[in-house]
């Protein structure tokens, strides 16, 4: 009678380990992200497809631009921030690391009345440092140009100044938040100009030439047009990823994320 009920006793206690397994294994888990806004199509299809591909895992993505995602993966504030250009050197002697997903370009665009289809590097640093003021100095209509821009913090306004050599010399009318903001306002107004990121731009506005070549997957990925950045992860050395983060980040940088990442509007480094 006794071994008998040793035997229920353990068949019990072996049943009760089986459902823990059971239950860790399909235990879910969350992993956030913050920074960019540039890299909300990009983030939004891949934290997609990863919720598709893991079962129970919860994906964030909190959109405050590259400066406020990098300070939050530096507090520990998210697991991954995001940032739509390279860390500067200072920030990664603080302890940050980054991994480039992918490469944008940043579309120069203008209203879709606008007659103004190609311009080179040079003049546009030259409209954003108000040396050229009038769209009919460059074959458009009698019409001061109205120079948009991002905020201070952004990695899309660091990526542009960078290449343009506009760093501390724009004359902004306006300077926005998001992205999103940008080709809103831009799309409104027939005499804006601004700048955004290929893989969120729509049919609201159109995308300049830049000296001859036109922004697409194509001449991002072989260097023709210039105006491009890189899209990054950012993590803090010495702090382990949650088990969801780390399978977010060894999803989205594998061969498997690819597509995901074209289908965004971005040329994956994979």
């Known amino acids: 009678m006794m071994k008998k009920f040793l ?10 380990s089986a459902l823990a397994g059971c239950s860790s294994r399909q235990k879910g888990g969350t992993v956030s992200t913050d920074g960019s806004t540039s890299m909300e199509e990009v983030i939004g299809v891949l934290g997609e497809a990863f919720q598709g591909k893991y079962s129970g ?9 590259s400066g406020s995602g990098i300070q939050a993966a530096k507090e520990g504030r998210c697991d991954i921030g995001l940032s739509s250009r390279s860390l500067k050197e200072e920030e990664k002697a603080d302890g940050l690391t980054e991994t480039v997903l992918a490469n944008d370009g ?3 665009i203008v209203n879709p009345k606008n007659e103004v289809g190609d311009l080179d590097v040079e003049t546009i640093a030259k ?26 913090g952004s990695g899309t306004r660091d990526g542009f100044e960078s290449i343009t050599g506009t760093e501390d010399a724009c004359k902004y009318r306006q300077e926005l938040t998001s992205t999103g903001d940008v080709i809103t306002t831009v799309s409104q ?5 601004g700048y955004a990121s290929l893989a969120a731009v729509s049919d609201q506005v159109k995308a300049l030439a830049v000296g001859g070549v ?20 950012v993590t803090k050395d010495g702090t382990k990823l949650s088990d969801a983060a ?15 990442i ?7 480094v994979k």
């Open 7 to 16: 035997t229920l006793a353990l068949a019990a206690v072996l049943a009760v």
């Open 57 to 65: 895992m919860t994906f964030t993505y909190n959109p405050t631009g």
């Open 106 to 108: 940043i579309a120069v």
């Open 127 to 152: 409209i954003y440092t108000g040396e050229i003021t009038n769209w009919s100095e460059l074959g458009g209509s009698d019409a001061e140009i109205v120079v948009i821009g991002r905020e201070a």
């Open 189 to 193: 107004n027939p005499d804006a100009i």
């Open 214 to 233: 036109s922004p697409s997957e194509e001449t991002v990925k072989d260097g023709s047009y210039v105006i491009q950045r890189p899209f990054v992860l």
């Open 246 to 260: 780390q399978k977010f980040f060894d999803f989205v940088t594998s061969d498997e994320a690819a597509p995901f």
């Open 262 to 268: 074209s289908q965004a509007g971005a040329v994956p």
